[in-house]
């Protein structure tokens, strides 16, 4: 099923973002957290992960203790040069600000290794701010700068599905690669929209409906549901595919009611009122902030204290606000993470220190505690680019993407994604996390000081959905992927 326009309006993205880039902790749907008090795991067969083409060594990484993200030292001549293009003006500023991040720091890594070997010699990595403003006219002019201009051969972006759908036009235009590394909408590579020269490498939203269908209907613990999201598109996608993938999931699941609010409501308490009439177990919601956190505040205010399924309550300062008990329960869906414990391997304890020793030295605005984690997931984004590009050994598109297509990338914690080849989709397995109270947090956080933060519920017990449960869409109408199965990775 094809979602819809995927104007996500930019003020969600920043919590988004943080939601895409923490380092979140999991555990396979086989096997329960010990002395955790979250509900049983789903039984499920857990299977080997497939050894992946490339993967990340951190063991490789350069000395970071030099990085600032502020002050990024960029090389000029023959370059590999990638735009970064996001919001970097205007109230949603935050975004360019985070992507720019998780770039410059997988970018100063490689320099100072010397860079890449592309066409027969070493080059540098050089970025540049493809500033959208968040706007569709503006997006079309930068992007085309960026590439007539300045020569950018990688556009990398961008902050709404709206705004991925122009700069994948430009790549298909100018014959460069455009990498969506965050936008949801499926319509982006369907037989309309689909060009050889982008690739999506994030999930779409018909999975995060199918993550949580598969999850509640192998655990069997909830069974009646209300649906309340936004009302606009993004909203009511997010209600329909998982009112579809429970019919597929959990048949039995009942839908006691469904409403849609209007963006940046103040009073929620009709919905409240009606929700807690229904008898519901789980709030379903695609909510992003401020809409998301006021939602929960005055649930847990009126004394509805089920769970929330979602994927924006993520902003570490906001959970906070609530405190321990009101985010308690709130089950969160990401298509990141590795299995519980969180540190089962040196090399991530490793990439933790080091990311932790640069931000200790970290300037405003990047000393601020949503990055004190680390945003490992999007840089992991760029450094498969990277390592795409390396192992492709040009800058020359045709062999950039011979080499994407069908490939695999193991990331820090052994999450595997694989490029699907007929319409570049990411096929990976996806995460659902359960928030648990300080004392409960070791289960996930198992290393000094065994628990993520003494101000809310936060990162714990957390179940994987395989990949061939939540595989991406895949349009029939696409020529290049007639006779094919979502499953096929070539």
Known sequence: MKTGKGIILLLCVFSFIFLLTTMSSSQTLAAAAPKAKAAPAPKAKVEKAPEAKARFDVNKMSD????????????????????????????????????????????????????????????????????????????????????????????????????????????????????????????????????????????????????????????????????????????????????????????????????????????????????????AEVIYTGDWDPDATNLVKQARAMGLNIPFAQIYL??????????????????????????????????????????????????????????SQGWDALAMEFYWLLSVIERAGSTDPEKIIQTWEGDSYEYVNGHIKKMRACDHNTIQDTYIIEYVPPDQQKVAMNIAPYKWTDKCSWWGTTFRIPAEKVLPWMDPKLERCKGKNPADLN
């Open 64 to 279: 970071m203790s030099d990085f600032d993200p502020t002050n990024f030292v960029n090389p000029t001549g023959d370059t590999i040069k990638i735009a970064v293009v996001a919001t970097f003006s205007g109230p949603a500023a935050a975004v360019g600000e985070g992507f720019w991040l998780d770039a410059a720091w997988a970018a100063h890594d490689i320099n100072k290794r010397g860079g890449l070997m592309v066409d027969g010699k070493k080059k540098l990595v050089q970025l540049f701010k493809a500033d959208t403003m968040s706007r569709p006219d503006q997006t079309k002019k930068i992007c085309e700068q960026m590439v007539l201009q300045e020569g950018v051969k990688f556009l990398w972006g961008a902050d709404g599905s709206h705004l991925v759908k122009i700069m994948n036009q430009t790549a298909d235009k100018y014959k460069v690669i455009s990498v969506n590394m965050i936008s949801l909408a499926e319509e982006l590579q369907d037989a309309q929209n689909f060009t050889r020269y982008a690739f999506m490498t994030w999930w779409q939203t018909s999975q995060v409906g199918r993550s949580f269908a598969y999850f509640y209907g192998q655990r069997k613990k909830e069974k009646k549901f209300y649906i309340l999201g936004q009302d606009y598109l993004f909203g009511h996608d997010m209600g329909e595919n998982f009112k579809k993938a429970l019919k597929e999931y959990y048949p039995e699941a009942e839908i006691v009611g469904e409403d849609y609010h209007k963006l940046f409501a103040t009073d929620y308490a009709p919905y409240i009122s009606k929700i807690k009439a229904s008898g």
């Open 314 to 371: 993520t902003n570490y300062a906001t959970m906070a606000s609530l405190g321990v008990e009101a985010t308690k329960g709130i089950q969160l869906a990401t298509p990141y993470g590795p299995t519980t414990p969180f540190f089962k391997t040196k090399e991530q304890i490793k990439y933790y220190q080091i990311w932790q020793d640069a931000y200790k030295k970290f300037k405003p605005p990047y000393n601020a505690e949503v990055y």
